[in-house]
Structure formats: C-alpha cells, structure tokens
C-alpha cells in the first residue's frame, strides 16, 4: 500500500520561508515522478514542481522562489520555499505516479496524493 505524509506547513510571514516534507512508504521515490501541487479556496489544483530521475521542473510562478529536491536514502520529497507571498497560501500536495515527462505537470497523471498541508502567508 502506497502512502504519502506531507509535513512542515504553517503560517509564514511574506518573504520567509518554509520547507515542506512528504514521506513515502510502499514505492520507491527514485523510480517515480514526484511532485508538488497547490489548491488556493475556489480555484483549481495547480502545478508546482516535479521531480524526475535526475531533472527537476518548476511553475513559472515559483521559479527561484521553491526548490524541489529528493532524498532518495530517506525515501522523502522536500519543497524548499524561499519569499513566500500571500499569493502562495493554499493547500500543498505531494503526488507520485509513473508518469511521462510531458504530463509531469499534469494532476490527473499522478496515482497516488498525500492528504495536503497548510500553508498561509499573511503578515
């Protein structure tokens, strides 16, 4: 059985930072697309950052802002959050599937989701 626990949300004032965590157990992180998604109230799930074999993708909105990064010892997915904005308060996700590059970004090509973790930005 596949589960994904995400971890390290909470309130941030604008321009901090946070470190998000998902841990996963049933699969191994390494021969899966990982990724980050986000679900802002009333507005769709919207991509944040993949991580595949040895190359790494990112949302316009986040680049040079949020790294993704795995821990392949630790069978872990970290989302380093640097300058967080209001605009990036929502509920984050961890996703794993085997999924094609191309669909990387793509919500519905991931198999299994983590139950999401909280993020707000507000001063």
């Known amino acids: 059985q596949v589960e994904l626990v995400e971890s390290g949300g909470g309130l941030v004032q604008p321009g901090g930072s946070l470190r998000l965590s998902c841990v996963v157990s049933?699969?191994?992180?390494?021969?899966?697309?990982m990724a980050w998604f986000r679900q802002a109230p009333g507005k769709e799930r919207e991509f944040v950052a993949a991580?595949?074999?040895?190359?790494?993708y990112h949302a316009d909105s986040v680049k040079g802002r949020f790294t993704i990064s795995r821990d392949n010892a630790k069978n872990t997915v970290h989302l380093q959050m640097n300058y967080l904005r209001p605009e990036d308060t929502a509920v984050y996700y961890c996703a794993a599937g085997r999924v094609i590059t191309s669909s990387l970004t793509t919500a519905s090509a991931y198999n299994w989701w983590g139950q999401g973790t909280q993020i707000t930005v507000s001063s």
């Open positions: 049933g699969l191994t992180v390494i021969g899966y697309g």
């Open positions: 991580i595949k074999g040895g190359s790494t």
